[in-house]
Structure formats: structure tokens, C-alpha cells
């Protein structure tokens, strides 16, 4: 599953460095996963980076959006990884 970031986020912005998918970013109202982006961090950690930052957590699974280990390894495959 990818991350999301629920209303109570706070915009401290803390997470946002800490993403090795550049996937979090400032929304229209709060920070934001981009799904496309985050393979809960399989490919870098065994934890996903933000959640373990996140002072008020509010970073959680998206029910809608479940990948097993392979696909999310797949996604990461596909991402640039220029930077
Ligand atoms: Fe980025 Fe990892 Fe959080 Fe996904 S789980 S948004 S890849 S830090
Ligand atoms: Fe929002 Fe949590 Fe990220 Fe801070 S660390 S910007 S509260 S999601």
C-alpha cells in the first residue's frame, strides 16, 4: 500500500526530507503522498521513513490502495532515481 497523510497533519514539514521517493509535498491544504511514488519506502528502508518522523502520526496505510511487496518493488524499479 502507498502512505497517506490524513487532515490532522500539522505542516511541519519534518517528513518531507526524509521521503528517498520525493513522494510527500505541500498539498492544498496539508502535506500529501503522491501514491505513484511511495512504495512504503521497500527499496531504501524496512520502515517507511516518514511514519517514524511524524510527530503527531498521522501518516497511515491507504485502505485503497493495497500492493503486495512485489508490486511496490515494481514501482520502485520504475521510479527515477536521479537525485
Ligand atoms: Fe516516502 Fe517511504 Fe513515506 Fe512512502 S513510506 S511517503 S516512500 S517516506
Ligand atoms: Fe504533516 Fe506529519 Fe509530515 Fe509533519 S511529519 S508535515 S505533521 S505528515
Known amino acids: ?3 497517506m497523510i490524513t487532515d490532522e497533519c500539522i505542516n511541519c514539514a ?3 526530507p526524509e521521503c528517498p521517493n520525493m513522494a510527500i ?7 500529501e503522498v503522491d501514491p505513484e511514488r511511495c512504495t512504503e519506502c521497500v527499496g531504501h528502508h524496512d520502515q517507511p521513513q516518514c511514519q517514524q518522523v511524524c510527530p503527531v502520526d498521522c501518516i497511515i496505510l491507504d485502505p485503497h490502495r493495497r ?17
Open 1 to 3: 500500500m502507498a502512505l
Open 14 to 16: 519534518i517528513c518531507e
Open 25 to 31: 509535498s505541500m498539498g492544498g491544504e496539508h502535506y
Open 67 to 83: 500492493e503486495s511487496k512485489d508490486e511496490l518493488q515494481a514501482k520502485f524499479d520504475r521510479l527515477d532515481h536521479a537525485s
